[in-house]
């Protein structure tokens, strides 16, 4: 069974700093595609940011400039958002998608199904004003 542990949500003022970790375990695939999402009270969840194993990556019109998505040499990545608003706020969700179509496709990270799709358990980010 695939898990994915999140680390590093909190409360922050605004323009403040936050650094996201999500560790994959139990996924051999050599290969693989891994992003961020959030959900804010009331509001659809949005796609953050994604990154797959070869370094690629790509965001959402809303955090490009702020955010940035890397990984290491393993099958963590992590999420460092700068510039922080209380826009930011919501519950940030770390996925993996096994079809690495989340990466792969064009325009900014969408779940793209729920075959083959894994989620954490959420790491809530609180920024106030």
């Known amino acids: 069974q695939v898990q994915l542990t999140e680390s590093g949500g909190g409360s922050v003022q605004t323009g403040g700093s936050l650094r996201l970790s999500c560790a994959a375990s139990?996924?051999?695939?050599?290969?693989?595609?891994m992003g961020w999402f959030r959900q804010a009270p009331g509001k659809e969840r949005e796609g953050v940011a994604a990154?797959?194993?070869?370094?690629?990556a790509k965001y959402a019109d809303s955090v490009k400039g702020r955010f940035t998505i890397s990984k290491d040499n393993g099958r963590e990545m992590f999420l460092q958002m700068s510039s922080l608003t209380p826009d930011d706020t919501a519950m940030y969700y770390c996925?993996?998608?096994?079809?690495?179509?989340?990466?792969?496709?064009?325009?900014?990270?969408?779940?793209?199904?729920?075959?083959?799709?894994?989620w954490g358990q959420g790491t809530q980010v609180t920024v106030s004003s």
């Open positions: 139990n996924y051999v695939a050599r290969r693989w595609c």
């Open positions: 990154v797959d194993s070869e370094g690629r």
């Open positions: 996925a993996l998608d096994d079809s690495r179509l989340l990466c792969v496709s064009d325009g900014p990270p969408a779940v793209t199904g729920t075959l083959g799709w894994y």
